[in-house]
């Protein structure tokens, strides 16, 4: 089992058995792995896909049998939402050096190459569809990397350690108690 498949069926779910990855390979290209048997930068296709997919399917190291990205783990996405038909690598990161509390353990939506996910409005349904936790959600459009949920007031408090007007008080403290072990 991977360090983080507690983690991750806690916050998204368990894998849907009615979603595959069927031709997607989104992932073997846009993420970094590195792990004791298997490493690859992010942004650099896998030395193992070919044009039929991962060419070692049936031996692919460990961590490529129980990856799944959030579409295939999150019920609400519209089937639409699978990386390779919206342009669109949701995933669920842990950082273990985090600039702060909201990045230590958090989802992320990337927008892929070539993708027009942001004019044909999939990039809004899926953040509409994963913003709506106790989970800090991230949105990297290739040039910059934006914080989405919490919303900027909450993030504020959170992130500064200020008291929070009444009317925030009792989401920044959900949000603090959550995530201050990443600060």
């Known amino acids: 089992m991977q360090p983080h498949t507690d983690v991750e069926t806690a916050l998204l779910g368990p894998i849907l058995p009615d979603r595959a990855c069927g031709d997607c390979t989104a992932c073997c290209t846009e993420l970094t ?14 030395i193992h896909l070919s044009n039929k997919g991962c060419g070692i399917h049936a031996v692919r190291p460990r961590i490529c049998r129980t990856w799944f990205c959030v579409w295939r783990r999150v019920a609400s996405l519209p089937d639409g939402a699978r990386p390779d038909r919206s342009g669109l690598l949701v995933s669920l990161n842990f950082v273990k050096e985090p600039q702060n509390c909201l990045e230590g353990v958090s989802i992320n939506v990337r927008v ?23 989970v800090p959600v991230w949105f990297s459009d290739g040039s910059r990397k934006m914080l989405m949920h919490p919303d900027t007031d909450v993030a504020r408090f959170v992130l500064s350690g200020e008291a929070a007007p009444a009317q925030l008080q009792d989401e920044v403290a959900a949000w603090r108690e959550r995530y201050g072990m990443f600060g």
């Open 112 to 134: 892929l190459a070539g993708s027009d996910a942001i004019a044909n409005g999939m990039a809004a349904a899926v953040l509409d569809s994963v913003c709506d936790q106790l």
């Open 33 to 46: 792995v590195t792990t004791p048997e298997f490493a690859k930068p992010a942004g650099t296709p896998c």
